[in-house]
């Protein structure tokens, strides 16, 4: 998916799209779709009397300050793209996973996996030369960068010159990525970090959206620039890297009592950026609105499922801001396509880990968790009328098949 026109090789494609797009913009059609998904997420500053709608039945003020239910099943028919004979690859999204050290193989893996599963077109990992064999072996699929170093194999003399070229190295491939998620197993090497950090720079002049997670936020708390004033930054938070950003920013202890303001406060405090607080619910708030999903997924809580998320949520948010921006949405418009994405993966996550942990119960895992990555839709509730159907047809299929083999009284 390309989001920039500019860079696009297809100019007349491009055109008709755009063409395409704004009849779009001007139908009814696309005005409900937008009236819809903004009342998705209505603002904290008129407590969300504004766009009342019964989309948003569940209404909660437990933690100090309006917080909505997302209708999450919504947000994904509305931004997912449809699967056209006519587009070509690429156009369902290119992400790529910064992370993966000798540590931690596993992490990157499952978020660019996820993408992939999700239904990103391309999917790759920018990890150390240690964990790069590794990571190729679990999976054909992915295409694999071995440039980042740590610092036990880097020579003090060496560091500015291996730094400016492992920047160059992932600058040749930048403009091309729709998304990218940093951190999921970068490790905390400080050597690794001076060099995401220069990446993350980078990532944010090109306006590339940034999912941070793991330790690339262990990172960005130590160095809140990276993603201060970025409305394209995703962050990703589990209970302990939430502690320790509001720490930091905010300068006080996590208060649950006041939990929707306190996160609404942390992103002002950023300034523009998106986080989704990791917990029993998912809270996601881009400084304007509090929104959660708490959908019922698993009890497990095996490590790796942020890593899902991490991989998923960059998808979503890049069709999120594909569908917004291909349909020209008005300027006044209060659609976050961040919190879209946020939304979206959230809830793809606990229907898949639903689904693993019925099958595998206490012995689920996260690759479990990722093989029902593709059964969302089943679940939900247009499409199992439409399984129920064809569940119908079948039998009564069946049914007669058998009756002409074997006729009744023989
Ligand atoms: N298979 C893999 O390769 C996995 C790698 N992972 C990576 O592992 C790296 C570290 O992430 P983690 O989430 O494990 O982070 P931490 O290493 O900070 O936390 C590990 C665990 O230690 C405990 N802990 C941490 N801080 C604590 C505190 N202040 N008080 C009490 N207990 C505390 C918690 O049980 C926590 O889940 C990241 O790069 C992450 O992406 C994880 O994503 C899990 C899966
Ligand atoms: N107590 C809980 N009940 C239900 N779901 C939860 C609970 N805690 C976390 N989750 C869900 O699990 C997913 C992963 O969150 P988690 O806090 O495990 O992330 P993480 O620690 O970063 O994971 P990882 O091990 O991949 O680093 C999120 O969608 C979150 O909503
Ligand atoms: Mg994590």
Same mark, same amino acid.
């Given at each position: 998916?390309?989001?920039?026109?500019?860079?696009?090789?297809?100019?007349?494609?491009?055109?008709h799209?755009?063409?395409?797009?704004?009849?779009?913009?001007?139908?009814?059609?696309?005005?409900?779709?937008?009236?819809?998904?903004?009342?998705?997420?209505?603002?904290?500053?008129?407590?969300?009397?504004?766009?009342?709608?019964?989309?948003?039945?569940?209404?909660?003020?437990?933690?100090?300050?309006?917080?909505?239910e997302?209708?999450?099943?919504?947000?994904?028919?509305?931004?997912?793209?449809?699967?056209?004979?006519?587009?070509?690859?690429?156009?369902?999204?290119?992400?790529?996973?910064?992370?993966?050290?000798?540590?931690?193989?596993?992490?990157?893996?499952?978020?660019?996996?996820?993408?992939?599963?999700?239904?990103?077109?391309?999917?790759?990992?920018?990890?150390?030369?240690?964990?790069?064999?590794v990571?190729?072996?679990?999976?054909?699929?992915?295409?694999v960068h071995?440039i980042?170093?740590?610092?036990y194999?880097?020579?003090?003399?060496?560091?500015?010159?291996?730094?400016?070229?492992?920047?160059?190295?992932?600058?040749?491939?930048?403009?091309?990525?729709?998304?990218?998620?940093?951190g999921?197993?970068?490790?905390?090497?400080?050597?690794?970090?001076?060099?995401?950090?220069?990446?993350?720079?980078?990532?944010r002049?090109?306006?590339?959206?940034?999912?941070?997670?793991g330790?690339?936020?262990?990172?960005?708390t130590?160095?809140?620039?990276?993603?201060e004033?970025?409305?394209?930054?995703?962050?990703?938070?589990?209970?302990?890297?939430?502690?320790?950003?509001v720490?930091?920013?905010?300068?006080?202890?996590?208060?649950?009592?006041?939990?929707?303001?306190?996160?609404?406060?942390?992103?002002?405090? $950023?300034? !523009?950026?998106?986080?989704? #607080? *990791?917990?029993? @619910?998912?809270?996601?708030?881009?400084? %304007?609105?509090? &929104?959660?999903?708490?959908?019922?997924?698993?009890?497990?809580?095996?490590?790796?499922?942020?890593?899902?998320?991490?991989g998923?949520?960059?998808?979503?948010?890049?069709?999120?801001?594909?569908?917004?921006?291909?349909?020209?949405?008005?300027?006044?418009?209060?659609?976050?396509?961040?919190?879209?994405g946020? $939304?979206? !993966?959230?809830?793809?996550? #606990? *229907?898949a880990? @639903?689904?693993?942990?019925?099958?595998? %119960?206490?012995? &689920?895992?996260?690759?479990?968790?990722?093989?029902?990555?593709?059964?969302?839709?089943?679940?939900?509730?247009?499409?199992?009328?439409?399984?129920?159907?064809?569940?119908?047809?079948?039998?009564?299929?069946?049914c007669?098949s058998l009756?002409?083999?074997?006729?009744?009284?023989?």
């Open positions: 998916m390309s989001l920039s026109m500019g860079a696009c090789p297809h100019a007349w494609q491009q055109h799209l755009h063409h395409r797009g704004r009849m779009w913009a001007a139908s009814p059609a696309f005005r409900r779709q937008l009236f819809l998904l903004r009342s998705l997420a209505p603002t904290c500053a008129d407590g969300g009397r504004a766009s009342s709608s019964s989309l948003r039945p569940h209404l909660m003020y437990a933690a100090a300050g309006p917080v909505y997302a209708d999450a099943e919504a947000v994904v028919r509305r931004i997912t793209p449809p699967l056209d004979r006519a587009r070509h690859k690429g156009q369902a999204g290119k992400i790529a996973i910064i992370g993966g050290c000798r540590e931690y193989t596993g992490a990157p893996y499952f978020a660019a996996i996820s993408a992939l599963r999700v239904g990103a077109d391309l999917s790759h990992v920018f990890c150390t030369k240690d964990a790069a064999t990571i190729k072996s679990y999976s054909p699929e992915l295409i071995p980042l170093e740590e610092s194999s880097v020579r003090d003399d060496e560091r500015e010159s291996v730094s400016s070229s492992i920047l160059a190295e992932v600058i040749k491939w930048m403009e091309r990525f729709d998304c990218i998620v940093v999921p197993g970068l490790g905390r090497d400080s050597f690794l970090m001076d060099c995401v950090g220069n990446i993350m720079r980078h990532a002049q090109a306006n590339i959206p940034t999912v941070v997670d330790d690339g936020l262990f990172l960005i130590n160095n809140i620039g990276l993603v004033d970025n409305s394209l930054a995703i962050l990703t938070p589990n209970v302990y890297e939430y502690k320790r950003l720490q930091k920013v905010l300068n006080c202890e996590v208060n649950e009592e006041n939990a929707s303001e306190q996160l609404t406060a942390l992103c002002q405090k $950023i300034g !523009g950026v998106t986080i989704m #607080r *990791k917990g029993k @619910a998912d809270l996601i708030s881009d400084g %304007k609105k509090v &929104t959660q999903v708490s959908t019922f997924g698993s009890p497990r809580r095996c490590g790796g499922q942020g890593d899902i998320l991490s998923s949520v960059a998808v979503f948010s890049s069709w999120a801001r594909h569908f917004l921006l291909s349909n020209e949405q008005p300027k006044e418009t209060s659609v976050n396509p961040m919190v879209l946020c $939304i979206a !993966g959230s809830l793809l996550l #606990r *229907k880990a @639903a689904l693993a942990f019925e099958k595998n %119960k206490r012995s &689920t895992v996260t690759t479990d968790i990722i093989e029902f990555l593709g059964q969302r839709f089943v679940v939900s509730a247009l499409d199992f009328h439409l399984v129920w159907q064809s569940f119908y047809l079948k039998i009564s299929f069946l007669c009756e002409d083999i074997c006729p009744a009284g023989r």
